[in-house]
């Protein structure tokens, strides 16, 4: 379940990662499942009030702005890893202003693209890379050579445990690992 706002979706403010996601794995009996939705109804609602969400408008000068709050319910399909369940890479694409060859045009846009749930496209960590992907250039690469590339990879991969029913994040080699014929490729 994820938000859905006014301003979240306007031009001009990149809201990503601001408002609460959350994924609730369906599983249980019906009245777990309700609970478990309703809960997550309740968190994605009270996410507007998070702190750093009302940063972010008050520096975008939105804090007296209306915000109108709508909830977006998607299913994630993939398929089981031992108790683990992945989903292809999902891609995040967007304008850029990222160029990092001449032959990358900023309007066509860049991809951010990950292995798992597609959080670590939006909620970005220190330690862990997105592969970025210019669509004029595709085989355009940011790095500078291969040990550039081993470096800026991405390391961890988030996943749902069905088995306990929650949001993991874990070692990439740790999820290959448990699938032998988990098709890897070099992009």
């Not at 507007?48 to 977006?72: I, T």
């Not at 890379?129 to 550039?148: F, I, M």
């Amino acid at each position: 379940m994820r938000s859905s706002s006014i301003l979240e979706d306007a031009r001009g403010n990149a809201f990503s990662g601001k408002y609460e996601s959350v994924f609730v794995p369906n599983r249980g009996s019906r009245e777990e499942r309700r609970q478990a939705l309703l809960q997550a109804v309740r968190r994605v609602y009270a996410s507007v009030l998070d702190e750093e969400a009302l940063l972010y408008r008050r520096r975008r000068g939105l804090l007296e702005s209306e915000e109108r709050m709508a909830l977006l319910i998607m299913r994630v399909s993939g398929a089981p890893t031992a108790t683990i369940t992945t989903r292809k890479p999902p891609a995040s694409a967007s304008p850029s202003t990222l160029a990092w060859h001449k032959d990358i045009d900023p309007e066509a846009g860049v991809v951010r693209l990950v292995f798992g749930l597609g959080t670590r496209a939006v909620e970005r960590s220190d330690d862990d890379y997105t592969r970025l992907v210019a669509l004029n250039a595709p085989s355009r690469r940011p790095e500078a050579d291969l040990d550039d590339v081993s470096e800026h990879s991405q390391r961890r991969m988030d996943c749902l445990d069905l088995h306990n029913g929650k949001f993991v994040s874990l070692p990439f080699q740790d999820v290959i690992e448990q699938k032998p014929d988990f098709r890897s490729i070099y992009i």
